[in-house]
């Protein structure tokens, strides 16, 4: 489902003397259906990067990387929307939303985007914020004054709305609690068992161990002048 | 499916000033672009010449009508053109008083566009310029105030029920938000995104917030000095700015 072939990237800071930062190459990696493969390595080795380069948040400088039958590296904008509306999901550590709407039509949003009916969406986001132990009085809220963790939560449950054949997981369990924790590796599971490809991120080495069927060490693309 | 707008090698310029130099991109029906840079360079210009508000030197802005299909707008003649900038086509001005009649009254506002295409029942008008007052979240008592009575974020979403309320496909949108303090622009910006999905409008938004255009745009380009620096995908552009320029305007926005 998702196979990076030597891709390489670098950043060039035009306004900072035009330095030119190699900061992958010859990266690779392939993820079938139903397995979760785990980014690992130390910070600033670039786990996030390769994990937005796929997701076409960052260009990529040359390589190829194909999701279903689609290229990132060289697709045009809206073929990755189409993506990321219908087969890419991506979870990120972050919670970006427009200030005022409330966090169950947050969570329906995606759903929505895809066609989905307004009560099926609303329905199904009302089951998530459920499972994920969000207090009912706070889905006609906006999240964008909710905790740490509550705020991670809405995002897992907004990423995992609709069934993505494959998903991103910037650190979905970073700020959560044990009970928590708990209901997101089961929700990965799930994923995994319908046939979903997912490329992770966990520092949390248990959850790692649990869900995640091999690790790859995202080190070894780091460029060798840059070490 | 076809692009709804396809714009090719759209040139003005001022005398020996350039306005906007060889601008060409596709515009796809449900698509939101926005294009920023700052004050002069040439996005206004370009705006104008898109909505035939302003004949460009060169290029076509070939439009998708829904009788007769691609028709260059720019070679069209004047009653076609205003037709479709009735019908197919809405403007909302940075300034709502650009866009409204100021000694009308709201619901007049909003029934005269509807009158332009032809409704004549009165009861009829009134009814739904009511109803396009409350989707833009304005209380029905105020149907018959002026314009010159409301606030500025009231104006502004009158402006947009006037332009909406014919049902357009295409949506230009000339600093939509600028001028107003940041909690009417967060209302309005929900406003316009709810609008924009529910109708399945395309619309292009110039401004040069980019806060504005991370939350309505789907794709991005970037202008300076008249010219297209940059374009891409919305969240690209603005995470990994390839250009120089769209570095410095990235970097340069203040952290709250």
Redesign the interface.
């Known amino acids: 489902m998702i196979t990076v072939d030597n891709v390489s990237k670098s950043?060039?800071?035009?306004?900072q003397a035009?330095a030119t930062i190699p900061v992958m190459v010859g990266a690779s990696l392939q993820v079938k259906a139903g397995e979760c493969v785990a980014l690992v390595g130390q910070s600033g080795s670039g786990k996030s990067t390769l994990m937005?380069m796929i997701y076409?948040?960052?260009?990529t400088a040359g390589g190829r990387i194909m999701v279903g039958d689609l290229d990132v590296a060289v697709a045009a904008?809206?073929d990755?929307?189409a993506l990321r509306r219908y087969t890419l999901g991506y979870v990120s550590q972050f919670l970006r939303v427009?200030?005022?709407?409330p966090t169950v039509e947050v969570v329906a949003e995606p759903l929505?985007?895809t066609g989905t009916d307004r009560s099926a969406a609303i329905a199904r986001a009302e089951v998530l914020l459920d499972n994920l132990n969000i207090p009912e009085r706070l889905w006609s809220l906006s999240p964008t004054t909710f905790s740490g963790g509550e705020q991670q939560r809405v995002n897992i449950a907004r990423g995992f709305a609709h069934n993505y054949p494959a998903l991103l997981l910037d650190e979905p369990t970073a700020s959560l609690d044990g009970v928590n924790r708990e209901v997101v590796m089961s929700m990965i599971e799930e994923a995994k068992a319908r046939g979903a490809s997912i490329v992770g991120i966990f520092h949390d080495e248990a959850a790692r161990d649990r869900v995640c069927d091999r690790e790859i060490d995202v080190t070894g693309f780091t460029p060798r002048a840059a070490i | 499916m076809n692009p709804l707008l396809n714009v090719t090698g759209v040139s003005k310029s001022y005398g020996d000033r350039i306005g906007c130099k060889d601008v060409s991109f596709d515009l796809?029906p449900g698509?939101v672009m926005g294009i920023v840079g700052e004050s002069g360079s040439g996005k206004s210009t370009l705006l104008s010449c898109l909505a035939g508000h302003l004949g460009p030197d060169t290029g076509a802005v070939n439009f998708d009508t829904r009788i007769a299909g691609m028709r260059d707008t720019i070679t069209m003649s004047e009653p076609e053109r205003r037709m479709l900038s009735r019908t197919d086509w809405a403007f909302v001005h940075q300034h709502a008083r650009d866009g409204l009649r100021m000694n009308v009254s709201a619901g007049g506002n909003v029934g005269e566009r509807l009158m332009a295409v032809g409704a004549r029942h009165y009861g009829e008008i009134r009814e739904q310029a009511i109803d396009w007052l409350s989707r833009v979240e304005i209380n029905a008592d105020r149907v018959d105030d002026r314009p010159s009575a409301f606030s500025g974020g009231m104006q502004q979403r009158l402006q947009i029920a006037r332009n909406l309320v014919t049902g357009p496909r295409l949506v230009f949108m000339d600093e939509p938000t600028g001028g107003l303090d940041v909690s009417v622009q967060?209302?309005l910006?929900?406003l316009l995104?709810g609008l924009v999905?529910e109708m399945n409008l395309s619309a292009i938004i110039v401004t040069h917030d980019l806060a504005v255009v991370r939350?309505l745009a789907?794709?991005l380009m970037v202008m300076k000095d008249g010219h297209v620096v940059e374009t891409?995908?919305t969240?690209?552009v603005l995470?990994?700015p390839?250009?120089?320029y769209t570095?410095?305007l990235v970097?340069s926005v203040l952290q709250v």
């Open positions: 950043f060039t800071l035009h306004n035009a937005r076409g948040n960052y260009l904008p809206r990755i929307l427009v200030p005022r709407v929505l985007a | 796809y698509e967060a209302r910006l929900d995104r999905r939350l789907d794709r891409g995908l969240d690209q995470d990994d390839q250009h120089g570095q410095l970097s």
